[in-house]
């Protein structure tokens, strides 16, 4: 949840970006996976991890993929930003520090 909006990830592969005061969708993210796990939202961007390896920097505003990185497998976690560094975990167990 941020600015009045909640970002939902779901297994069919899509995020829903819902308005938090009346639940009507704003926009529908898709991905080529599914997604298991939360995703973060960083100031106007989404970030989130799919089935298929890859991580997603999504623009809140219009739900645009802003960029995409592909992994080495199945990413296992939540993506989390500490100083301007993004750290996301996968199912083969590495963990990436991406700037």
Do not use: C
Request: aromatic share 8%; hydrophobic share 35%.
């Amino acid at each position: 949840v941020r600015n009045g909006m909640i970002y939902v990830p779901s297994l069919d592969g899509r995020v829903y970006k819902l308005s938090a005061s009346t639940g009507k969708i704003q926009w529908i993210y898709e991905t080529e996976g599914t997604i298991s796990e939360s995703v973060s939202v960083i100031g106007n961007m989404m970030l989130l991890g799919d089935s298929t390896g890859k991580v997603h920097g999504v623009d809140t505003e219009t739900g645009e993929n802003i960029w995409d990185m592909q992994l080495d497998g199945h990413v296992s976690s939540t993506p989390v930003v500490s100083d301007d560094t993004l750290y996301v975990a996968t199912q083969n167990g590495s963990i990436y520090a991406i700037r």
